[in-house]
């Protein structure tokens, strides 16, 4: 093998390499002893079949696959011998018109290997690095509210006597059509829909215009939809909608007690309580992990400077102007909408994917410092949880990831990537702040890693 680097540009990488004719004719008689012995072909006994007539049969599909061999091996050598890592899989580029040539053994392979590197920097000693952990206290009205959450969605409903009103906190079921300039849009009707009153799900005004109404009732409502409506096209239009009352129903009564509480399983209210308060402690703990991490990002982001693998950012903006796209289709936004420009947005979301590019290598680096290894069983949980997010198909989401390393590494990577946040919060000083829920779940006002 002969390796001739051809172009260095920054990160950028280029290289020829040779692997001779005589070498690739050696693997080929190799690879032709062995099919000799396991070669089954009518008219030559097991063993028995010349290899001139097998070099005959097989000789161009053997040497394609000696060729893709070789390839991999030697660019992988490449980089060993040269001590570098590429940012992304490398770009083989091989002449078309040389191809037939080495496959027939009368030429040597030579290819370009292009590929970027990733950049050298020095790690920076983050034990002065202060993050504030923000921390709610858990109240027990709050538990109280989420249990009374919980029994209202149990609640039984029973139907009002004939001709009795609908009052707020009622459910009634109805079928609508609405109409925008008398005409019906998508997305507008429904057939028996249950509707709570109170609870305030439809357009503002809808639920109000339909208490005192009664089973049997045919009525015509008037809203407006509001002017930041996620629809765009009917973003503070008005509309009617034709209402038909099939069923006008009482919420039951319900005692919040333990009785109450073993029907849901639970031996007691207290108990239920008990997994009520965990699961809000979850919740908020979740939060004040996304808020710690935000800090602890925003202070490595802060200590390097290093140029980044373009391959790397394309890709990443790639993926976040895809979403960008994605979310404005979807509620029928557009960039004056948003009070920018597509430039202006491009330019934002560019940098946002440089921060993540070179937040990914700074972690990866801590990672590989401090030996952090994601565990078999560790992507095994991953990849279950994957599997679970499409009920039927879990099979086929395992199969899909077992046949793919490069999908595999995608579930790898973010397990990876909390191991070394936890590394690196044992390193930093962590000190607790007491914060409202309001304030532990403001938004952070920017999009971050």
Known sequence: MQVTETSTEGLKRELKIVVTASELAERLEGYLEDLKGKANIRGFRPGKVPKAHLKKLYGKSAMAEIVNTVIGETSAKALEERAEKAAMQPQVELADEEAEKILDGAADLAYALKYEIVPAFELVEVAGIEIERPVVEIADAEVDERVSQIADGARSYEPREAGAAAADGDRITISYLGKVDGEPFEGGADERAVLFLGQKRFIPGFEEQLIGAKAGDKKVIEVTF????????????????????????????????????????????????????????????????????????????????????????????????????????????????????????????????????????????????????????????????????????????????????????????????????????????????????????????????
């Open 226 to 449: 509001p002017a930041d409506y996620q629809a765009k096209h009917l973003a503070g239009k008005a509309a009617t909608f034709d209402i038909e009352v099939f069923e006008v129903a009482a919420p039951g009564e319900l005692k919040i007690d333990d009785d109450w509480a073993k029907t849901l399983g639970m031996e007691s209210l207290d108990s239920l309580k008990g997994v009520v308060r965990t699961q809000v402690e979850s919740q908020y703990g979740a939060q004040t992990r996304q808020k710690v991490k935000r800090q602890l990002l925003d202070a490595l982001d802060g200590q390097y400077t290093f140029e980044l693998p373009s391959t790397l950012v394309e890709q990443e903006f790639a993926v976040i102007w895809n979403q960008v796209e994605q979310e404005m289709k979807r509620n029928e936004r557009t960039f004056e909408d948003e009070e920018t420009t597509e430039e202006k947005a491009r330019a934002d979301y560019l940098k946002i994917a440089q921060r993540r590019v070179r937040l990914g290598l700074v972690l990866s680096k801590f990672g590989e410092s401090h030996k952090v290894q994601v565990t078999e069983q560790e992507l095994q949980r991953a990849l279950i949880e994957r599997a679970r997010q499409f009920p039927g198909q879990e099979r086929a989401v395992f199969d899909y990831y077992r046949k793919d390393a490069n999908a595999l590494a995608s579930l790898q990577a973010p397990v990876f990537e909390e191991k070394v946040v936890d590394v690196l919060l044992g390193l930093v000083k962590v000190n607790d702040k007491p914060v409202s829920k309001d304030e532990l779940f403001k938004e952070d006002d920017e999009l971050s890693l």
